[in-house]
């Protein structure tokens, strides 16, 4: 719902709370199964001076139909999602746009509670809005030196979308990234290009798609002027050629081809140590002030 919650029209406070715990945890502290499962994301972001808007479309059910899970999570009948120093602009359930009753943000505990969702599936669509450039923290979203890059790990996704952010909720992702083509010529993230094109004003976009579940604090987006070193790794065993591309920053350009050798040599070592072929079609690394 637009903007008629005071808590979600507002922007984020500079209050410097402490990353909380995540949802449905037992009372003792000890691990209880998030009730929820996040089968599929898309997430939509658009980069703009000044403010990010991200648009965050989730898949969910339940993570354990018909099954007994324990106290916690038998009393956890909501949906509690982490985000931190964020601006909640919408909220749409089925494509239905949530009325403010129906949710509540507490931004100093870093949490947005669903009082009541559907107990099969159902798609929940949240758009918010973040400022890469103020954050000094380098968790989440950020900007330095000219380049957005996402540092999401242990618990940094939470700054850049409402999500259940801890490591067991496992999801496939699609992710779409969209700037300005002058700014922002390289725009990339997790998994295979899918699609990219030329948008009216100035703006272009690339799409990813990842075929692997993952936690969301292995996501990655990184967006600006960077050059491009390409190469390839042949995979021992089969013979499979894999596209390298080592994306830098200007001031970096020196340092792109001990990054490529450093890609060929971890791909290389999975393969001999674990008997693990890279399974993607191509390796994209970034070395810049602001991720590598």
Known sequence: MQGEDSQSARPPDADSDSDSESSCSSDDGTYAPFPFAVERVHLDISFNPGTTVVTNTMHISPAHPGQQLGSAAESCKQLVLDGKKLQLLEIHLDGKPLPPQAYTYNQRASKLTLHSVPSSSFELCIK????????TGLQGLFMRAGIYAAACEAMGFRRISFWPDRPDVLSRWTVRLEGDVAALPVLLSNGNMTAAGQLPGDRHYAAWEDPWPKPCYLFSAVAGKLSVHEGSHTIASSGKQVAVR???????EGKRDFVLLSARAAMAWDEAMWGREYDLVRRSSSSSSSSS
């Open 246 to 252: 080592i994306y830098t920053a200007p001031m970096y």
């Open 128 to 135: 918010s809005a973040t400022h890469p450039e103020a954050n």
